[in-house]
């Protein structure tokens, strides 16, 4: 498979939505069991899940308290792959993870911008930029969430397994997803102001660092070869699975960045290529905003994901952020202006593995690092097999 050839498989698509309770009183959504919440955010909670095969062995009530057999779920409105993993996935895996969003809620969550738009009728003059209204609602994003995630199949990638959406029946919109045994990354603390590794107890070493960090660019190449930019890369969006291996998640800040004149807010910056665009909207978290972000002027969000990914990389060797101040105008002229700053620690850091980092964040968008030239970093090439071609 080549790198941008796109990999075929199905992902189910549900339109009917039973909700049941177990004799022991545990929920069920269609054929899978709710168990403990995984975590909570603005626009959801994310439950722990375990795909019950629907065999009638055992039997459930519904939310009205009737007696009911798993097997009479009926199976004419689910499709035949939620009943079914795809070919890569092992069959003994039960486990998923289900965001769970009110699309009531998401619907009174409205977002008002300003898009511009290149007019091709005046493609020279100075009007070649218009300027529209327009409003989105935080279920329009999770939609294109859904939509960005059905392309994607890529080992370092969370996979979506499933949608159940009951359409006008149910305010409940269910995803269902890869599940990533071992959590985040790193994970901040609040009462010292810093991020730690549950594997490490603290920062990582440089041989596990650049294990995580080869793992989030091979994904993000993925990513970027068909034209998606992630917007939001951060360690709470980059999960491990069992094995240990770094898989990007979250994708309702990501943007498929299509690559001609009617992009919705993209402004060509080359009219003899299509294929080079930026971005006047700025979404994600400031703390890993790239320079060209803190003022609200166009920018090439590929080139953002790369500042973000020398972020997290920072964040791995130091456990600190770079720039990290608390008022948001001072946290942008931090961002935009002050030097990069490498603290002292007791592990000492190979000039490869500085001169990487320093790349990554480059404040110079035209001179930073990009994807390709960090996977030829001389730091990489000192670990056997890293070039490895990751397919399952």
């Known amino acids: 498979m080549s790198g941008t050839e796109a990999r075929q498989w199905t992902i189910a698509e549900t339109h009917c939505l039973v909700k049941t309770k177990t004799e022991s009183g545990s929920k069920l959504v269609n054929n899978y069991l709710l168990l403990h919440t995984l975590g909570q955010g603005r626009f959801g909670n994310v439950k722990l899940c375990e795909r019950i095969a629907n065999d009638g062995s055992s039997s459930s009530t519904t939310e009205t308290g009737q007696s009911v057999s798993n097997a009479t779920i009926p199976k004419d409105n689910v499709t035949s792959a939620s009943t079914a993993l795809p070919a890569f996935a092992p069959q003994k895996t039960r486990l998923f993870a289900m965001k769970i969003f009110s699309k009531r809620k998401l619907r009174r969550l409205k977002d008002y911008r300003i898009k511009k738009q290149v007019n091709d009728s005046a493609l020279k003059a100075d009007t070649a930029i218009m300027r529209m209204h327009f409003v989105t609602t935080a279920l329009d994003r999770v939609y294109e969430e859904i939509k960005i995630m059905r392309s994607l199949y890529h080992r370092n990638i969370v996979l979506l397994f499933e949608v159940i959406d009951a359409a006008d029946e149910s305010d409940k919109l269910y995803m269902v997803l890869e599940y990533m045994a071992a959590g985040p990354c790193m994970v901040y603390r609040p009462s010292s ?130 720039y990290a101040s608390e008022n948001i105008q001072q946290l942008f002229d931090e961002i935009s202006r002050s030097t990069l700053t490498l603290p002292t620690t007791e592990l000492s850091h190979s000039p490869e593995c500085q001169n990487l980092l320093h790349r990554l964040l480059q404040k110079d968008p035209n001179q930073r690092i990009t994807i390709e030239e960090a996977l030829c970093h001389p730091w990489f090439t000192l670990v056997e097999d890293v070039a490895e071609l990751l397919s399952f």
């Open 193 to 322: 102001k810093d991020f730690v590794s549950r594997v490490t107890g603290g920062v990582l070493g440089e041989d596990l660092a650049r294990s995580y960090l080869s793992d989030i660019l091979y994904g993000l190449q993925y990513l970027h070869q068909r034209h998606i930019c992630h917007r939001d890369i951060k360690p709470e969006n980059i999960l491990l699975c069992a094995s240990g291996r770094c898989h990007i998640t979250d994708f309702g800040c990501a943007k498929q960045c299509f690559n001609d004149r009617t992009a919705s807010d993209a402004i060509l910056t080359d009219p003899r290529s299509l294929k080079r665009i930026l971005l006047s909207d700025t979404v994600g978290t400031y703390q890993f905003f790239a320079p060209e972000c803190c003022y609200g002027e166009p920018y090439d969000p590929f080139k953002v994901d790369i500042w973000a990914v020398g972020i997290v990389f920072f964040l791995f060797l130091f456990g600190k952020l770079p």
